[in-house]
């Protein structure tokens, strides 16, 4: 009896399933709203922002705000180079992570923390737009919306009461709209001292926390509450006003103008050690001042020459003569690989007396490591010229406050006279030869300094005059170095060394400037020039 009862119960079983699905189906079917409309379709144009909103979330903030800059550049420089980005930040990171965790640690009992896996994946953060401030302050001021949905692979190995657990971090997604302020401006590369970021809002931060391959997220009530800590603790970190303060250079050194002209005069090297197995050396001289970003000086090639003799100047800024020092290396020149090093000896700036001429012979040394046995060899001697001149503080001063001269009488009252003061060129370098001379020309007419032989820092401290029926608002200066040769009969006469071109609207505005400006076809070659404006008025 009780095998024919449990037959006949699914047997009911699979019919009133059955007949529950052909009802429902029919119900569906046959008994519909008959109050449902089609849908008003209306273009974007003509929708308010709120509802814009709705339709698009995601919508870049530079469509909707005026204010915020497309930087689709920069997205896709992010992409190109994220992988080797992923690899550096890494890197970073751990060398940061590493004293925080040591320091914390002890305070929860547990006995090591460790980074196992640490990659922040091959999707790259994007940047939905950037604004950018304009303050009278030295201060760059930027604020961009970043959005990532990374799929980062950050696994922890810890270490506790002698057991190990392994927590990963996956599918990592951050929304955030940090302040990133450059201050202060410096003349020194990369031209900001430090980096200020705060957070002008508290992010958003979504990520999956495994352990021990569980999703430790999924549990009730746990995610919302780390991420409300989350977000919490950052915004109580970095929240603004609160910043995150990364200092780049030294501002008091950044900010250190020079003060005083170094002249250097490479004379002559005697005796030198001979690096090539067949025939003589063929040497040269690379001049730099230490604790200096600004790029090295090199004196020409001497082919074939042990004794060789150069007599070229050069002149170099000087910011601090008490910390810095002239390093002089010899090296042979090679056409294919690298240039061997046939010595160096270093002059500290503070054993130099101001304002007189030095002539020093110094003995080549292999380094400055005074207990390595191979500097009691001689490797020959360098002979140079060293004089410095400090700058005057009365005459700077004098130079500063000295007002603009007036132009003479007869010059057109709508107009002006535009001067040209060409001061000097550091690191001009010609193929052939380098006898530099600078060519002024505006508007047709043309104007010549003189020519200084083998020079590569020359000064001229030339002025030239323009007199002109209106301002030049729209006019540019064309300035050109050249070289040529002494020699008569030589294949390449002349060479042009580096050119620039000049924008006159600003002296016009400014009545005065002074700056240095890197040449135009020249590798490191920069010349100075002084720019007045002068009216009757």
């Known amino acids: 009896m009780g095998f024919f009862s449990t037959i006949l119960g699914f047997c009911g079983f699979g019919a009133g399933i059955s007949t529950g699905l052909v009802i429902g189906y029919y119900l569906f079917i046959y008994f519909q709203p008959s109050d449902v409309k089609d849908p008003v379709i209306r273009p974007l144009a003509e929708q308010d922002s709120q509802s814009l909103q709705q339709l698009l979330p995601e919508i870049p903030p530079w469509v909707k705000n005026p204010d915020y800059d497309r930087i689709d550049w920069l997205n896709k420089f992010l992409e190109l180079m994220w992988p080797y980005l992923d690899k550096a930040i890494c890197k ?17 009992k547990i006995e090591s923390v460790e980074f196992e896996e640490l990659t922040l994946g091959s999707l790259p953060p994007t940047f939905q737009g950037m604004k950018v401030f304009t303050t009278g302050e030295k201060e760059l001021i930027m604020e961009p919306s970043l959005k ?13 009461f002698g057991l190990k657990a392994t927590v990963q971090v996956v599918d990592l997604q951050i929304f955030a709209q940090p302040r990133i302020t450059l201050k202060p401006l410096v003349p020194s590369f990369p031209c900001f001292a430090k980096i200020f970021v705060s957070l002008m809002e508290k992010p958003h931060v979504d990520f999956g926390l495994k352990l021990v391959g569980a999703d ?7 995610y919302r509450f780390v991420q409300e800590l989350i977000k919490d603790q950052v915004a109580n970190m970095y929240l603004w006003p609160k910043t995150l303060e990364v200092e780049i250079l030294d501002p008091a050194k950044a900010m250190k103008k020079p003060v005083g002209i170094l002249h250097v005069k490479v004379i002559r090297a005697m005796k030198l050690r001979k690096k090539d197995l067949l025939g003589a050396s063929d040497p040269y001289v690379k001049l730099k001042i230490t604790e200096s970003k600004a790029p090295s000086k090199k004196t020409t090639v001497k082919h074939k020459n042990l004794n060789p003799e150069w007599n070229e100047e050069f002149s170099i800024a000087i910011k601090d003569p008490e910390s810095q020092a002239l390093e ?17 000896n ?18 080549l040394l292999k380094n400055l490591d005074k207990n390595d046995s191979q500097d009691d060899k001689f490797r020959g001697q360098l002979v140079v010229e060293l004089t410095y001149k400090p700058f005057k503080e009365d005459d700077m001063s004098k130079d500063l ?11 057109p009252p709508s107009g002006g006279v535009l001067v040209v003061i060409v001061h000097e060129a550091q690191d001009v370098e010609g193929k052939h030869h380098t006898n530099p ?24 401290e030339e002025e030239f005059t323009f007199v002109l029926e209106e301002p030049p608002l729209k006019e540019n200066l064309r300035v050109e170095v050249l070289s040529t040769s002494t020699r008569i009969g030589l294949l390449h006469p002349k060479e042009t060394l580096g050119y620039v071109n000049i924008n006159l609207a600003d002296v016009v505005n400014n009545k005065r400037i002074n700056e240095k400006y890197h040449l135009i076809d020249s590798k490191n070659g920069m010349i100075q020039i002084e720019l007045q404006w002068r009216t009757s008025s």
Do not use: C
């Open 216 to 222: 430790l997220m999924s549990i009730p009530g746990l």
């Open 148 to 160: 990532w949905a990374g799929n980062p692979n950050v696994t922890l190995g810890v270490k506790a």
């Open 437 to 460: 001379y600078v060519r002024v020309i505006f508007k047709g007419e043309e104007r010549k300094t003189k020519h200084i032989k083998k020079n590569r820092d020359p000064r001229w």
């Open 328 to 344: 002089l290396i010899v090296y042979d020149w090679e056409q294919v690989g690298k240039h061997d090093k046939m010595g160096m």
């Open 92 to 108: 970073t990171a751990k060398n940061i992570a590493k004293p925080i965790i040591a320091e914390q640690i002890p305070k929860y």
């Open 346 to 363: 270093v002059v500290p700036l503070k054993e130099i007396a101001p304002d007189e001429p030095n002539v020093m012979t110094l003995d």
């Open 401 to 411: 406050d000295k007002p603009l001269q007036k132009a003479p009488e007869g010059t």
